[in-house]
């Protein structure tokens, strides 16, 4: 069986909506989301990175790593993949406090390398604005400090973004070698940076014959670097006791909806992947296909399954009583 995770929503929502009454984006409802997740028996969960609201920047906006600290010492057995965008903060600070987190959750930490999309968090934080593919760049000198600085025990680099002088951590991160990293990435060099270092590729939610083509794909750049990652995929589930309700649901939401984001790299692949009006969520969402019955969502993840993936993350609106379903009606059929 696949590992099942979940979006915390650190947005507010995943449906991209401003509408009141729709929004949560407070520590206290993480909390009880990720309670409950682990009590349903999921085994993962993602803290998506943003310093400001990329919906609207009036609105909340939870930050990651403190979230992920607390979670840590509040959680017993559920993963905690933190989001992280070099260019904001030091490969060696983020090596520290992931370790720190490791920890705190006895083996539980995990990051997800984000080469980041919206630009205007960079230009309001005065941090170097690069182009997309010296951000790949810049990712992949990011990671080489973070593990090395994990794996050895006086550490040095020096490349065109970042110089490191006979580091040294101690702690270090209770996962040996070090812990799990997730990256994803649409375009070629997020594929190859993926294929190059991830433990998991993540992809973002579409049809299958599409994933087929990208689990092939980056798992051939893999076996180039004698590598064999894994596999996850993000998704919006919409689940209803009949396909016509959980379509009329889809359409309920779709009403919610904010289409326009400002400030954005339009370079970024992901962003032109699917069609705006026609999907829910972020990354992929349900362009997956994972709308409709309790029955037709597991057997869609059966097809996934078959074709590579081993960590779905889901995202729900609302969280809680969407989750509360999904384990209730689709866990028992997986």
């Excluded at 949560?24 to 993480?30: I, L, Q």
């Excluded at 709308?291 to 081993?310: N, S």
């Excluded at 379903?325 to 689709?330: A, C």
Aim: charged share 25%; glycine share 8%; aromatic share 10%.
């Amino acid at each position: 069986m696949a590992r099942l995770g979940f979006w915390p929503p650190v947005y507010g929502n995943w449906i991209i909506s401003t509408e009141q009454g729709t929004r949560d984006a407070s520590f206290a409802y993480t909390k009880e989301a990720t309670l409950l997740a682990e009590r349903l028996g999921f085994d993962t969960m993602l803290i998506a990175e943003h310093f400001m609201n990329p919906v609207s920047p009036d609105l909340s906006q939870l930050d990651a790593w403190t979230t992920a600290s607390a979670l840590a010492a509040l959680t017993e057995s559920i993963e905690i993949i933190t989001a992280v965008k070099p260019g904001f903060r030091a490969p060696g600070v983020i090596a520290k406090m992931a370790s720190q987190i490791d920890h705190i959750s006895n083996g539980r930490m995990a990051i997800n390398l984000v080469s980041a999309w919206w630009l205007t968090e960079f230009e309001m934080l005065g941090a170097p604005v690069l182009a997309h593919d010296d951000r790949y760049a810049r990712s992949e000198e990011f990671l080489e400090v973070i593990v090395g600085s994990w794996t050895e025990q006086e550490f040095s680099f020096s490349g065109e973004y970042y110089e490191v002088k006979e580091a040294t951590l101690s702690p270090k991160p209770l996962q040996q070698p070090h812990p799990h990293i997730y990256i994803g990435g649409e375009s070629e060099q997020g594929r190859t940076l993926g294929a190059k270092m991830a433990d998991t590729f993540l992809i973002n939610g579409r049809p299958p014959e599409e994933i087929d083509e990208i689990v092939g794909h980056v798992r051939r750049l893999a076996h180039s670097y004698g590598r064999e990652p894994r596999f996850g995929m993000s998704a919006f589930v919409i689940c209803r006791d009949t396909e016509d309700e959980a379509k009329q649901e889809f359409q309920r939401l779709l009403e919610l909806r904010k289409l326009e984001l400002k400030g954005y790299d339009t370079e970024v692949v992901m962003l032109r992947s699917v069609s705006p009006g026609g999907a829910l969520g972020t990354n992929g969402g349900t362009a997956a296909g994972l709308v409709g019955t309790p029955e037709q969502i597991a057997e869609r993840m059966g097809r996934f399954e078959d074709l590579g993936i081993k960590t779905f993350l889901f995202q729900f609106h609302p969280v809680i009583e969407e989750m509360e379903r999904f384990g209730e009606q689709v866990m028992p059929l997986l």
